[in-house]
């Protein structure tokens, strides 16, 4: 990922905040969101701590220092620490060091929310366990982008990271993750969303499927269909840039009504009309709340 500069949204003439001074900022860490895509699409308390802190950190330091710049935030000689995957056990201590003196460290991954599928956990998680203040500034995170456009159930939903790039790997996360009953985000490399789309179309072909690419970006797209036709649809071959994946939760399985009460009636007999309906919505794999309004119904009968 970049910093984005050759879009325009990444053009802002306007400043909000003139950064010439900078106010003291409270001693601890800030995991500071950044944009994915839009380089305006950063909180005006993030640039104030890109502006205070005492020391930046940041998985790529081009990155930030481009984004600061596009915000006219300046380095006023502080250096940006390189701080990400490959680098962090020998960059950690630095940072918790100048967080142990009550300096304030702002850390920015390369796009979106640090720590989401993204470096920053052990940093957080050292830096709390001494003793020093964590405070996550929220902002975006293509995750949450694409669900909110993706038209599927928000209510319940599961972010399940990258998927596995081996195939017998993939197919066995794929098999685990869509038998739960909720709403799936999945990030994948353009590469591999139709090796994704395959495989889940050969676990669950009517599963509703939503592509959201490059979000918040020029050529942001949304494309819909069941995991059958998407995995069938030529673009997903030559897919481009950024992709998230969001699947729909597990269709409801066709059961016949007869089979249904039968098993019921049989539960009901043995256990509380609860746990019957517990019993068998496992078996059938059906809505636990329909089995169980199932169940009342026939329980009201008798
Ligand atoms: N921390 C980031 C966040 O909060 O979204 C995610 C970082 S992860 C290393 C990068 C992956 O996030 C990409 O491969 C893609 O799946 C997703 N992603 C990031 N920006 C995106 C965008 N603008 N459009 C679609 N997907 C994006």
Known sequence: MNARNDRPEAEPAR??????????LEGGLYLVATPIGAARDITLRALDVLNSADMLAAEDTRVLRHLMDIHGIPLRGRRVLPYHDHNG?????????????????????????????DPGYRLALDAA?????????????????????????????????FPPSTATARQTFLKTWTAVDSTLILYESPRRVNRTLTDLAAI???RMTVI?????????????????????????????????????????????????????????????????????????????RDVYQRALELADKK
């Open 15 to 24: 400043r909000l905040t003139a950064h010439v001074e900078a106010p003291r």
């Open 204 to 206: 669950d072909p009517n």
């Open 212 to 288: 959201a690419r490059e979000l918040t970006k020029k050529f942001e797209e949304v494309i819909r269909g069941t995991a059958a036709e998407l995995a069938a649809d030529p673009r997903m071959s030559t897919l481009k840039g950024e992709v998230v994946m969001v699947l729909d939760r597990p269709s409801a399985v066709e059961v016949d009504d007869e089979k249904l009460c039968k098993m019921l009636e049989h539960y009901m007999a043995l256990m509380s009309v609860k746990d019957a309906a517990k019993e068998a919505s496992q078996q059938l794999g059906l809505p636990k």
């Open 89 to 117: 056990n020998r960059a950690r201590p630095a940072l918790l060091a100048a967080l142990a003196e009550g300096a304030s460290v702002a850390y920015c991954s390369d796009a979106g929310t640090p720590l989401i599928a």
């Open 129 to 161: 366990e001494a003793g020093a203040r964590v405070n996550a500034l929220p902002g975006p995170s293509a995750s949450l982008v694409a669900l909110s456009l993706s038209g599927l159930p928000s209510d319940r939903f599961m972010f399940l990271g």
